[in-house]
Nanobody, 125 residues
Framework: QVQLVESGGGLVQPGGSLRLSCAASGFTLPYYVIGWFRQAPGKEREGVSCISNSGGTIYYADSVKGRFTISRDNAKNTVYLQMNSLKPEDTAVYYC??????????????????WGQGTQVTVSS
């Protein structure tokens, strides 16, 4: 059974950091691109970052460039999202998902399947 399980969310003050994890099981992680997405209340889901199978190609949304870092450890079946200098506008539920589509780098949600349940990130003082 394919599973993606996010963890690491929580409440953090502006300027703080969190590290999200996406634990994969039921499939061979190195065969898939992994993307991180987020959805804030009343807003559309948006792509945050994505990483190629080997980790050699990475993309970020402009809104998180220079603050977020995506990485993967295929041996541990886990993908990470290190989030620094967090802002209130980063508040959202964060999801990870897998893709084998050629357009994965565009971070279009419909190109990704088997989503996790999400982890809440709240940035507030």
């Amino acid at each position: 059974q394919v599973q993606l399980v996010e963890s690491g969310g929580g409440l953090v003050q502006p300027g703080g950091s969190l590290r999200l994890s996406c634990a994969a099981s039921g499939f061979t992680l190195p065969y898939y691109v992994i993307g991180w997405f987020r959805q804030a209340p009343g807003k559309e889901r948006e792509g945050v970052s994505c990483i190629s199978n080997s980790g050699g190609t990475i993309y970020y949304a402009d809104s998180v460039k220079g603050r977020f870092t995506i990485s993967r450890d295929n041996a541990k079946n886990t993908v990470y999202l290190q989030m620094n200098s967090l802002k209130p506008e980063d508040t959202a539920v964060y999801y990870c998902a897998r893709s084998r589509k050629g357009s994965w780098w565009q971070m279009i949600g419909s190109d990704y399947d088997d989503w996790g349940q999400g982890t809440q990130v709240t940035v507030s003082s």
